[in-house]
């Protein structure tokens, strides 16, 4: 490159290779600048970009107005789109930039440069990203909570209902009516000891289905609506242990566990797409993983405060508050924990111990 001065774009002469008009032939060439001369241009101030060959022949040429100059990117060569079609590259990336001056892709591209003061940047970025998840998350599902309108957490329990009702194969309860409404008087009993505000907030509605792959099983969605399989009613069809039960999911609708354990999936998954860009098939799988592994130890967090939730609903209501604890101990006596339970609940037998000392805090 001639000129050392990168804004002096008179007299530039840059090293490349050109593409004649509608021509697929590389031919070796250089880039010249020099001032128009009348008519051509759109002023003095314009620049006038020859293409010349090794013997000096002009390939083609046009007013740097009137040329398309790519942005950077990487380290590829450099190009411009002359008007009749002709295309220009170049390795000399400093000799475009003294021919440009210092443009937005041309800032941008020697920021993506890998340096030092990138690495700090990505470093910073995953520390913040860190403290967000660790400090900030929390606060902002809170917030994303307090948004969420009721009709929305109602279309979510109808979605999820399908879903379990297509994927699980849930069929119609066979239990009979007069047990039904045995089990949903306990049910109207405990809702009755909640806080008007709590009420409020959910749509509480108790459902029956017959899922033998489930087996006996309760759990409750983030609208208020609490599933139990008729196995759970045929095996454990104990008034306080039925009461235990079903007030540990009252628990989890009245501290709305459901939706804050998708909002943090969903907020975890949005800084890791922040630092990674388009995330694509392969790493959607590992975040899809990843969610599960770290919303684990959530989750346990979850059943202990549901438990403890239930213990006083359920003493509150008249029944044995030692209710749930009966319920785990028959799951650990008889092992029919199913494998999914224990990945995300805590294990029967520590469940118990937690118990003993929720019902011993009420005395």
């Known amino acids: 490159m001639a000129a050392t001065d990168p804004y002096q774009r008179f007299g530039l002469s840059v090293e ?29 101030d314009d620049v006038v970009v020859d293409i010349v060959d090794n013997t000096g022949t002009v390939i083609t040429s046009a007013p740097l107005s009137q040329i398309r100059v790519d942005p950077p990117i990487g380290t590829a060569a450099r190009k411009l789109h002359f008007p009749d079609r002709a295309l220009y590259e170049t390795d000399d990336r400093a000799g475009i930039a003294a021919l440009t001056g210092k443009t937005y892709g041309e800032k941008l591209n020697e920021y993506e440069a890998v340096r030092p003061r990138l690495i700090g940047f990505v470093a910073a970025a995953i520390v913040g990203c860190i403290i967000i998840w660790k400090y900030g998350l929390d ?39 007069a047990e039904q409404e045995r089990i949903r008087a306990i049910f109207t009993n405990l809702l009755a000891e909640l806080p008007a505000d709590d009420v409020n907030d959910a749509n509480f509605n108790l459902l029956f289905r017959n899922m033998e792959k489930v087996g006996p099983n309760a759990f409750a969605l983030p609208g208020g609506t609490v599933i139990m399989t008729d196995q759970f009613a045929q095996r454990f069809g104990q008034d306080d242990v039925l009461a235990g039960v079903l007030g540990h999911e009252i628990g989890h609708v009245v501290e709305k566990h459901g939706l804050t354990q998708t909002y943090r999936s ?23 993983e990843g969610n599960l592994l770290l919303s684990l130890s959530f989750s346990r967090k ?55 000392g929720y019902v011993d805090a009420l005395d």
Do not use: C
């Not at 290779?17 to 003095?44: D, K």
């Not at 949005?270 to 392969?282: C, K, Q, R, S, V």
């Not at 101990?329 to 092992?335: H, Q, Y």
């Open 302 to 356: 979850h059943e202990a405060e549901a438990d403890k939730f239930g213990v006083s609903l359920t003493r509150d209501a008249g029944y044995n508050p030692a209710g749930l604890k009966l319920f785990f101990l028959e799951m650990s006596k008889k092992g029919v924990e199913p494998v999914e339970w224990l990945s995300t609940h805590p294990n029967s037998g520590e469940r118990v111990k937690q118990i003993d």
């Open 139 to 177: 606060l902002l599902v809170a917030g994303a909570i307090a948004l969420t309108p009721p009709v929305l957490v109602e279309q979510l329990d109808k979605g999820t209902l399908q879903t379990i009702d297509f994927a699980m194969r849930a069929e119609p309860t066979t239990l009979d009516d």
């Open 16 to 44: 490349g290779r050109a593409f004649a008009s509608n021509s697929s032939a590389q031919i070796a060439a250089r880039l010249l600048t020099r001032a128009p001369v009348q008519g051509e241009g759109s002023g003095p």
């Open 266 to 288: 969903l907020g975890l998954y949005f800084i890791i797409g922040f630092l990674a860009g388009d995330t694509g098939p392969f790493i959607e799988d590992i975040l899809l």
